[in-house]
């Protein structure tokens, strides 16, 4: 799991995007930025996460929000994720796993008993000045915008 705590600055990062272009944390300067990672492209959990946030962007966007989603997926199997879902924002396609190292969400995982690697499903909200201001664990797939959005309620 992450080292990462909130009020620290984000690690920066460059990838590529599900259409080969190059995304960057430095683009999102001056926005609240939703960085979601998640374990794999098409799969029932990931889907039902970046679906939620995908049907809520214009809410989400109205209160000060961008998203960016980050896997290790390969940049054909994110285009894809993406164009089937219609998905409104960008995908990162971190096939060589700076980026989810750089963040600590990369680790050792266990499901049916058998121990493997992979992602830590965890998003971080980054604010304007590149600062971490939150950090979810226990991302709630199917109902994470509002996950994300109690966060700041009476703010």
């Not at 939620?52 to 940049?75: I, Q, T």
């Not at 994110?78 to 998905?87: E, M």
Request: proline fraction near 3%; charged fraction near 30%; charge should be positive.
């Amino acid at each position: 799991m992450t080292n990462l705590k909130v009020g620290e600055k984000a690690p920066d990062f460059t990838g590529v995007n599900q259409d080969g272009k190059e995304v960057s944390l430095k683009d999102f300067r001056g926005k609240k930025l939703i960085l979601y990672f998640y374990p794999k492209a098409m799969t029932a959990g990931c889907t039902k996460e970046t679906v939620n946030l995908a049907e809520n962007y214009e809410l989400l966007k109205s209160k000060g929000f961008e998203v960016l989603g980050v896997s290790p997926d390969p940049m054909e199997r994110q285009k894809k994720f993406h164009d089937k879902y219609n998905v409104p924002f960008d995908l990162i396609a971190d096939e060589d796993k700076k980026i989810v190292k750089l963040y600590g969400v990369w680790g050792k995982k266990k499901m049916y008993g058998r121990e493997y690697e992979g992602v830590h499903r965890t998003t971080f909200i980054i604010d304007e000045n590149g600062n971490i201001e939150n950090i979810i664990r226990k991302v709630k797939t199917g109902d994470h915008v509002a996950q994300i959005l109690s966060l700041y309620e009476n703010k």
